[in-house]
């Protein structure tokens, strides 16, 4: 993923107001690299999400995690990728010692957005988590 970091991504919604603020998060959910649509399945859709979400781990040569997402709503892809955002490219261990949820509260996105809207980030998070836990183990 060719996206800033999570610091750097908050640093600019930090000043925005809250239309610029869905702006951004649009922009940061076209910034994703594209998910083929063959690995968008019943088997990579993340469950109790409003808008359909898919992700796909790619367990890297170096023992690295890269996700492949997408979804079919544009402010659910972008938080779609600040999930991903704090957790790309990390290994299974980093992936497991990273707070997620506690990187994503400076966004306040429950506050920004519908809950419809943010009641499938804790699902996502858990897959990831789940992910990193069966190549840990």
């Not at 955002?85 to 996105?109: G, H, K």
Request: charged content about 25%; glycine content about 4%; some cysteine.
């Amino acid at each position: 993923m060719s996206l800033q970091s999570l610091d750097d991504a908050y640093a600019d919604y930090a000043l925005l107001d809250a239309d610029d603020r869905y702006r951004l998060l649009i922009d940061l959910g076209r910034a994703l690299e594209p998910m083929p649509e063959a690995l968008k399945t019943d088997a990579t859709l993340v469950r109790g999400c409003s808008a359909a979400v898919w992700v796909y781990p790619v367990p890297q040569a170096d023992g690295r995690l890269h996700f492949l997402a997408d979804s079919n709503a544009a402010i659910t892809k972008g938080i779609v990728a600040l999930v991903l955002l704090a957790v790309q490219d990390r290994s299974p261990e980093e992936i497991l010692a990273t707070d997620i949820e506690n990187a994503l509260l400076p966004f306040d996105l429950r506050n920004q957005l519908s809950s419809n809207r943010t009641q499938g980030i804790p699902n996502m998070i858990a897959l990831v988590r789940e992910t990193a836990g069966r190549l840990v183990a």
